[in-house]
């Protein structure tokens, strides 16, 4: 199960002897956990805290977190024991953690919260049998636009238009912990049951720095090489980040990508736009940019994309800054075919 499945209907959550929370987002994790605790020590009130139990993975010994399992809760049903940062724990001990799994205590819960959890283990094929495993990794658009409408509706109470999460989205990033803060803003931006949409998102988040990545974009990819670097160091003079930056460009070549893929297959430009998630006012813009680039770039941008990330991320000497002109150079070049 994906953590934003668990979160989207926590009353669901089934009571298991074991949990596995795993993944990178921490936001998730958390939420998760949380959810998790709540479904387990559901009735407990204010004396939950004494029928949870939380262990270090580094620190932790065998002993000290099957003892705790084992215990007799006094004030709930249950008792919940959580291993956080668990990797090293499920290392040392994956033996013995199978042979609990397999039986384990009637009393207690053990939630085991890691980073990495692969499904081809007999631990982790164990605890899908007998427990559940949350994916806690960032999520595709296709879980990540209708969530953040629920969450706005069911959290905020507040209607969040799908365009605007889906700007949202695109001017953010992936980290759903920084996109439930600029929901939780533009609510109260917009009032109680008030209605978020795109102008709402432009104007709100990043101080519109959307629009000037686009203008960035928009220049690079119609061959204004001077204008993008112009309008790129306006942005990072500014103080953004070159990692979100790339995010945000990322995620609208990506769509110029796929629309462009679709034209191959003789599919008309509007669309083929449609099916990619590019807005009907954007529909000329991405015709300019297809005639630009031409279909061989446009067919190599995810690997551009990818090789100006991990050299953002460490893959390169360069400074962040001079990846994302490089980036911009080789879009705003000339056509090749």
């Known amino acids: 199960m994906h953590a ?64 705790e399992l084992r215990t007799l809760p006094f004030f709930s049903k249950m008792r919940v024991v959580v291993v956080e940062g668990a990797d090293p724990f499920v290392t040392a001990h994956r033996k013995e953690l199978e042979a609990y799994v397999e039986h384990p205590s009637t009393s207690g819960v053990l939630i085991l919260v890691v980073k990495v959890w692969p499904s081809n283990t007999k631990l982790a094929k164990l605890v899908e049998r007998v427990g559940l495993s949350v994916e806690c990794k960032g999520p595709n658009e296709r879980l990540l636009t209708p969530w953040l409408v629920h969450l706005s509706k069911s959290r905020f109470k507040t209607e969040l238009d799908p365009g605007a999460a889906d700007l949202l989205r695109e001017l953010v990033g992936p980290e759903v912990g920084l996109l439930v803060a600029e929901v939780e803003k533009l609510s ?13 998102v432009a104007r709100m988040v990043g101080a519109g720095r959307i629009e000037t990545v ?35 460009m990322s995620a609208s070549l990506l769509k110029v990508y796929q629309a462009g893929r679709l034209r191959r297959r003789r599919i008309e430009l509007r669309e083929a736009c449609q099916a990619a998630g590019i807005p009907p006012f954007a529909v000329e813009t991405t015709r300019k940019q297809h005639a630009h680039l031409g279909p061989s770039r446009v067919d190599r941008l995810p690997a551009m994309l990818l090789r100006a990330d991990l050299d953002l991320k460490g893959g390169s000497t360069l400074p962040p800054r001079t990846v994302l002109e490089r980036l911009l150079v080789e879009l705003a070049g000339p056509r090749a075919d």
């Not at 089934?14 to 958390?30: H, M």
């Not at 686009?214 to 690079?220: E, H, N, P, S, Y």
């Open 4 to 67: 934003i499945d668990l979160l989207k209907d926590p009353a669901k959550v089934p009571v298991v002897p074991v949990y596995a929370v795993f993944g990178d987002d921490s936001f998730l994790r958390r939420e998760a956990l949380q959810e998790i605790r709540h479904a387990v020590l559901k009735g407990a009130g204010e004396d939950d805290e004494l029928a949870l139990a939380r262990f270090a993975g580094d620190a932790a010994t065998l002993a000290d977190v099957m003892d």
């Open 188 to 200: 109260v931006y917009v009032g109680p049951k008030g209605k978020i949409h795109r102008d709402d």
């Open 214 to 248: 686009w203008k960035v974009l928009d220049a690079a990819t119609t061959g204004r090489g001077g204008l993008a670097l112009e309008h790129l160091d306006g942005l990072i003079t500014a103080g953004e980040p070159p990692v979100r930056l790339l995010s945000a």
